[in-house]
């Protein structure tokens, strides 16, 4: 069996990639990776030498690319991480998410129909079903719930989902998508909440968090997804879509003083900037279906998993710090300098 994992530098595509070397080691699994400003290649070092493992730079919208790899490796499997995912971002420059997560996918789609692939997971996100009222802790998404975009980014990422779906009907070709919750762990970029908020705390800066704070998050341990993912490649029913979700709800403003609490930082590092646009409220998701179809749970509680994350961040301080003294550092200076 051999797989092809876009995306396989970034966060959740690297973990997975470590997943699935170690769950099914007899394997064979190719990196695809542009190496844009999330995509680290030193993530990968610790599986590069491995003799079922390939590493190729190219860019999911490269059509002669990514069909000349087909060619080299006859994939079985195609697991789409590939995407732009910050929300700021793409409230900033939302055509390159365009591009990206909506064209690529459909090049990427494009080649495995032509050399037979047999499956096309896409990795999608619970974004794409907007948000839910803070006042009403009984409702979580389901895979029924409207697709209700909020930013360019959701809203990529659900034009991406809704070309998976059609090129099943449309063409036969053989796929299954993934909807997850916010994810936490090992590797991830410093532009999300719990690793900007962890070194912003370590190096004693100000806190930057929007609003007052009270957004509600699912989170979702990283591994738990990579598991989930595993078990639907292997028993998920084609043409359909599941939900992972952490049972984790948190809101943002709690998430940050249990990091000042851990490093023992004060809370008045926190500092509440002004809200971003169009800001979601809450995410839940109701993961019913994947647990009854495929018998998958998150095994990791938040407590567990934060304490290990913050845990790895404090253990891996050469690995960040490599990313915010580059171009990292203009981004956040140039997104938090005038809120």
Not at 148 to 173: I, N, Q, W
């Given at each position: 069996?051999?797989t092809i994992?876009?995306?396989?530098?970034?966060?959740?595509g690297?973990?997975?990639?470590?997943?699935m070397?170690?769950?099914h080691p007899?394997?064979?699994?190719?990196?695809?990776?542009?190496?844009?400003?999330?995509?680290n290649?030193?993530?990968?070092?610790?599986v590069?030498?491995?003799?079922?493992?390939?590493?190729?730079?190219?860019?999911?919208?490269?059509?002669?690319?990514?069909?000349?790899?087909?060619v080299?490796?006859?994939?079985?499997?195609?697991?789409?991480?590939a995407?732009e995912?910050?929300?700021?971002r793409?409230?900033?420059d939302?055509?390159?998410?365009l591009?990206?997560n909506i064209m690529g996918?459909?090049?990427?789609?494009n080649?495995?129909?032509?050399y037979?692939?047999q499956?096309f997971h896409q990795?999608?996100?619970?974004?794409?079903?907007?948000?839910?009222?803070?006042?009403r802790?009984?409702?979580?998404?389901?895979?029924?719930?409207?697709?209700?975009?909020?930013?360019p980014?959701?809203?990529?990422?659900?034009?991406?989902?809704?070309?998976?779906?059609?090129y099943?009907?449309?063409?036969?070709?053989p796929?299954?998508?993934?909807?997850?919750s916010?994810?936490y762990g090992?590797?991830?970029?410093?532009?999300k909440?719990?690793?900007?908020?962890?070194?912003d705390?370590?190096?004693?800066r100000?806190?930057?968090?929007?609003?007052?704070?009270?957004?509600?998050?699912?989170w979702?341990?990283?591994?738990d997804?990579?598991?989930?993912?595993?078990?639907i490649?292997?028993?998920?029913r084609?043409?359909?879509?599941?939900?992972i979700g952490?049972h984790?709800e948190?809101?943002?403003?709690?998430?940050?003083?249990?990091?000042c609490q851990?490093?023992?930082?004060p809370?008045?590092l926190?500092?509440?900037v002004t809200?971003?646009?169009?800001h979601d409220r809450?995410?839940a998701?109701?993961?019913t279906?994947?647990?009854?179809?495929l018998?998958?749970l998150?095994?990791?509680?938040?407590?567990?998993g934060?304490?290990?994350?913050?845990?790895w961040?404090?253990?891996?301080q050469?690995w960040w710090?490599?990313?915010?003294?580059?171009?990292?550092q203009k981004?956040?200076?140039?997104?938090?300098a005038?809120?």
């Amino acid at each position: 069996m051999t797989t092809i994992v876009t995306g396989g530098a970034g966060f959740i595509g690297s973990n997975f990639i470590f997943y699935m070397l170690k769950k099914h080691p007899e394997e064979r699994i190719i990196c695809v990776d542009k190496l844009t400003y999330a995509g680290n290649l030193s993530t990968l070092a610790s599986v590069m030498d491995n003799p079922n493992f390939r590493f190729v730079k190219a860019d999911i919208c490269d059509e002669s690319a990514i069909d000349q790899l087909f060619v080299e490796e006859h994939p079985d499997v195609v697991v789409n991480f590939a995407a732009e995912s910050h929300v700021d971002r793409s409230i900033k420059d939302p055509n390159i998410f365009l591009q990206t997560n909506i064209m690529g996918t459909a090049n990427l789609m494009n080649v495995a129909r032509k050399y037979g692939v047999q499956r096309f997971h896409q990795v999608s996100t619970d974004e794409v079903y907007g948000d839910l009222p803070l006042d009403r802790p009984d409702l979580f998404f389901t895979e029924e719930t409207p697709i209700h975009t909020s930013s360019p980014y959701s809203s990529s990422k659900a034009a991406a989902d809704l070309l998976v779906l059609a090129y099943h009907r449309t063409y036969g070709l053989p796929v299954t998508i993934s909807r997850c919750s916010n994810n936490y762990g090992s590797y991830q970029f410093p532009e999300k909440l719990i690793p900007l908020m962890f070194i912003d705390a370590t190096e004693n800066r100000p806190l930057p968090v929007y609003g007052e704070g009270l957004n509600v998050r699912d989170w979702l341990y990283v591994e738990d997804h990579c598991q989930a993912i595993d078990l639907i490649l292997q028993n998920g029913r084609v043409g359909e879509v599941y939900n992972i979700g952490g049972h984790n709800e948190m809101r943002n403003i709690d998430i940050v003083k249990i990091i000042c609490q851990t490093l023992g930082k004060p809370e008045s590092l926190i500092e509440h900037v002004t809200d971003r646009k169009g800001h979601d409220r809450r995410y839940a998701i109701d993961p019913t279906k994947i647990h009854n179809e495929l018998g998958w749970l998150p095994e990791t509680n938040f407590k567990d998993g934060i304490a290990e994350t913050l845990k790895w961040y404090q253990d891996n301080q050469d690995w960040w710090q490599q990313i915010i003294n580059g171009d990292y550092q203009k981004y956040y200076e140039k997104m938090y300098a005038n809120r």
